[in-house]
């Protein structure tokens, strides 16, 4: 996690109070399983899970916005206990200029982690932009750093823990479990 490292990111993680989450290629590995009723499976990472739930234990909002819809990323959300939940269609500026109105920030306040071309038009806005090793070339070269875990294999935990270091809350939520 070099790149992140770096003092300016470091600087842009500090402000972030909303981390919005791409889905597919970002909290899945972007592979869909079909079943034979034609019923589309995804897996998603549990330390992802918890690295979200820290963020949120840490005051820090989340919120999801993916071009598909599915009703595993509305069970999955639901686990994790993010509100905001925007599925369906390549039009993802829409939701997200919505959700910062509706919650008040600037865009420099949000972080966002995608992997593809239709993540593009958030990822140009945001004060944290962040992209995945398997993700598109056209979105890691504009992003402001890609992660060393691949979507789907820990690279949203990676992002919460270094927002939540950024921020000096690293310490405090993890004492909780290093008694």
Do not use: W
């Not at 899970?49 to 071009?67: D, M, P, R």
């Not at 992003?143 to 949203?156: L, W």
Request: aromatic share 6%; charged share 20%; net charge negative.
């Amino acid at each position: 996690m070099a790149a992140a490292m770096d003092l300016q990111n470091v600087e842009r993680a500090a402000g972030i109070k909303l981390m919005i989450f791409d889905v597919d290629g970002v909290l899945t590995d972007g592979s869909l399983h079909y079943g034979a009723d034609g019923e589309a499976f995804k897996t998603f990472n549990v330390q992802d899970g918890l690295g979200i739930k820290l963020l949120q234990e840490a005051g820090i909002q989340t919120a999801i916005i993916s071009a598909r819809r599915s009703p595993q990323v509305t069970a999955r959300a639901r686990d994790l206990g993010i509100d905001f939940v925007h599925q369906g269609g390549h039009d993802k500026l829409t939701p997200f200029n919505a959700l910062v109105a509706q919650l008040g920030l600037t865009n420099e306040q949000v972080g966002f982690i995608g992997d593809d071309v239709v993540d593009l038009p958030i990822l140009a806005r945001v004060g944290l932009a962040v992209g995945v090793p398997n993700g598109r070339q056209e979105v890691l070269q504009r992003v402001h750093f890609v992660t060393e875990h691949h979507g789907g294999r820990g690279a949203v935990r990676e992002v919460c823990e270094f927002v939540l270091r950024a921020q000096g809350l690293y310490d405090k939520i993890m004492a909780q479990f290093l008694v």
